[in-house]
């Protein structure tokens, strides 16, 4: 089934420590987006990616990494995970950065907590 | 600055008719998406406006006004799982997504 995979479904992580969020898609689009989910805020952008090999940062990207080695691939790394960082993280992705072609597809989201 | 406004939550009967609207100010403009959310789930794509207008996709059906910076999602004979948040979100001139808290809307029988 083609859509977005994200891993793992649900983390709880000690304060301090490094964890990576992963995000795959199959469709072959060409951007893909991280954001954070916090109840009572709109999503909020993280970082994201227009093609392969390049990424870009968005409204809240401090204590976050990502990379874009393939098309497929698009990981979110917190080097040192704060309390402040316990959301639900959703991985998108889009066709193209357009538009009508800016249709959103999320991946069901990860939870993290940190203590 | 960019922002989104939209009602926190709205209650209506099934069967009925409810109308959820949103104002926004953006940098730029190129379009405007609706996407609904079940609670514990991901975003899905509802509809998408770039031209002034109605656009009508089925029970739903969305209206700009790029001029008034307005925008409403209308949900005719709800049903039960039309239970959901609706979120606003407008297309800046970067053509990134400005998301609204969204909207809680509660069915009740």
């Known amino acids: 089934i083609a859509g977005i995979t994200q891993a793992p479904t649900s983390q709880i992580l000690a304060a301090g420590r490094r964890m990576t969020l992963r995000c795959t898609q199959d469709?072959?689009?060409?951007?893909m987006y991280w954001y954070r989910q916090d109840l009572g805020l709109g999503l909020r952008l993280i970082h994201y990616s227009n093609t392969a090999g390049t990424t870009g940062k968005g409204e809240v990207p401090d204590g976050y990494s990502v990379s874009r080695a393939n098309t497929d691939d698009f990981p979110l790394t917190l080097a040192s995970a704060v309390p402040s960082q316990t959301s639900v993280y959703f991985c998108?992705?889009?066709?193209?950065?357009?538009?009508?072609?800016?249709?959103?597809?999320f991946g069901a989201g990860s939870r993290l907590t940190v203590l | 600055g960019q922002n989104i406004d939209q009602p926190t939550e709205m209650t209506a009967t099934e069967g009925a008719i409810v109308q959820i609207n949103c104002t926004y100010q953006?940098?730029?403009?190129?379009?405007l998406f609706w996407y609904q959310q079940h609670a514990g789930e991901a975003p899905t794509f509802l509809s998408y406006?770039?031209l002034d207008g109605l656009e009508e996709k089925g029970r739903f059906s969305s209206f700009l006004s790029r001029s008034k910076g307005y925008s409403y999602l209308l949900l005719k004979e709800l049903q039960m799982k039309d239970s959901a948040s609706y979120l606003c979100?407008?297309?800046?001139?970067?053509?990134?997504?400005?998301w609204g808290a969204g909207t809680k809307l509660i069915i009740k029988p």
């Open positions: 469709m072959r689009h060409n951007a």
């Open positions: 953006t940098s730029g403009f190129n379009g």
């Open positions: 406006n770039v």
């Open positions: 998108a992705s889009s066709e193209q950065v357009s538009s009508g072609a800016n249709v959103l597809t």
């Open positions: 979100a407008p297309l800046d001139s970067n053509y990134q997504l400005i």
